[in-house]
């Protein structure tokens, strides 16, 4: 695996490859890289020919300066998971690479960027849009890798790609587990002893709601989750809400959509949490 720093010497790259008559597969991290990270590779491999991950820790997504500081970065130990993934290429750029003067561009996303991530994190998805904007540009890939686990990021970046016709398919993969349900992140590792012990019950609520969306109503069940998590006095719940899949609207009954995900935003002490569930599709 090459690893490179710069945007020129990638496009370079990435042409020659293109010249061969090869596919490039694309996975956009922020690296402290997981089996999350290292089943997108896995995924890209399985349909293209060249497979290009970049590790960039985008400082522009993070509302929180806190969040940004003590976000894991290991370099050195992502390098290695990526050459046993067989990734051909690391695009590892700096923040005066990616921004040598400051990007300002806003997007519009409707009501998509509005609500539940969006509305909690004020700017965040705008810097996420700049960022993989960026780099659609400088890689072109014929194939771009999501995690499901970011559901509300996913749709967005559907919706850049339709908006700006970037012609690149997105590719959604599945939320990679640890065996107790958590959702894989590389914020799992900041969790304490304790609060590692008790994060499983994010999931295991979601599990709850989806097995009874057959009978109860939403509001039964977001009083059911609330409950939940006032059960606990270390985890906080941020936003649980059942939205359509395609418009991330809020559902209010079910005869209000086809569609329908449960998402959640928990705090374990400082470190925020998120994840979802489909109900139904
Ligand atoms: P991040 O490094 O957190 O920005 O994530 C990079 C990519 O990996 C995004 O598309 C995420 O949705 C995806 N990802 C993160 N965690 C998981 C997971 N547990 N399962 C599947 N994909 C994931």
Request: with cysteine.
């Amino acid at each position: 695996m090459k690893t490179v720093n710069t945007i020129s010497e990638t496009r370079d790259l990435i042409n020659s490859i293109k010249i061969q008559g090869k596919t490039v597969g694309f996975v956009p991290t922020m690296g402290a890289l997981h089996d999350g990270h290292i089943t997108l590779i896995r995924e890209a491999r399985k349909e293209n020919n060249f497979i290009v991950c970049s590790i960039f820790v985008n400082p522009i997504q993070f509302n929180n300066p806190n969040d940004l500081k003590n976000y894991p970065r290991e370099i050195e130990k992502d390098i290695k998971k990526l050459v046993e993934a067989k990734c051909d290429l690391l695009f590892h750029p700096s923040v005066e690479e990616m921004y040598p003067e400051p990007d300002n561009t806003i997007f519009d996303f409707g009501d998509l960027d509005k609500v539940m991530e969006g509305a909690f994190r004020p700017g965040h998805f705008n810097g996420v849009a700049v960022v993989v904007k960026k780099l659609f540009e400088i890689v072109t890939p014929h194939r771009a890798y999501f995690g499901m686990k970011d559901y509300q990021q996913l749709v967005i970046i559907h919706q850049l790609t339709k908006d700006y016709e970037i012609p690149v398919e997105i590719v959604p993969c599945t939320t990679v587990r640890e065996k107790d349900g958590l959702a894989m992140s590389s914020r799992n590792q900041l969790l304490s002893k304790s609060e590692r012990k008790i994060a499983p019950i994010i999931y295991e609520t979601l599990k709850l709601v989806k097995v009874q969306s057959g009978y109860a109503t939403i509001s039964e069940l977001k009083d059911f989750v609330h409950d939940q998590f006032r059960k606990h006095k270390n985890m906080k719940l941020e936003y649980f809400e059942i939205v359509d899949m395609y418009t991330l609207k809020s559902i209010r009954t079910w005869a209000d959509s086809r569609t329908a995900i449960a998402c959640i935003a928990v705090y374990l002490g400082n470190v925020r949490l998120i994840d979802n569930i489909i109900l139904f599709s």
